[in-house]
């Protein structure tokens, strides 16, 4: 595979670099205003044979060359966040859609919590330094790939729920108009949803329209 040659090209606002590594395809955006921890920030992630690094000075341009770059992984060396900007910050990286980790100088209790709140996955007290960044990193997309198996099951579960409360309320109303038990009443959603290729729920929730209009 190819290597892009090392070029860092920090000023008001940003630009980049690329590095690739022929062992894993990832693709990163660090946000980082000084050219001298930005420089070790290439090298080590370079050296460590971490995919494409773009590297940008300014967060303001943040969630531009996100939609831009669509990066697997975000982090961000801030020295002293506050919660409007590091909830800002969290939306413009896509803590939802991936990795993002924040590197702070210090931190409080408060802001912990506030940083758990915007999604991130790893709030590091301490700075963004050279021999720290690998470990992170390694730890910033274990925890959102539990978090995000989290999410998506409570997400199903959810989905579950509120589609058997619909087929419950469906059966209701073929029970009170039709005088079915309710094993029939379910046997005849499902039929009709089988006859029609379409899913249960959809077919019970025509029906609740259905009554409603006619109600």
Known sequence: MPQCSKSIA???????ICSMSQQKKLTIIVVEKSRLRANEVFDALNDGGWAYVTVIADECVLARKVDEINPDVVLIDLHNPGRDSLGSLSEAAGAK???????VDQSDPELIHAAINAGLSAYVVGGLERHRIRPILEA????????SQMRSELEAAKSALAARKTIDQAKGLLIQAKGLTEDEAYQLIRKTAMDQGRRMIDVAQALITASKLLG
């Open 10 to 16: 920090l000023g008001t606002n940003t630009l980049c």
């Open 97 to 103: 859609l991936r990795p993002v980790a924040m590197f």
């Open 140 to 147: 910033a997309i274990a925890r959102f790939r539990v978090t």
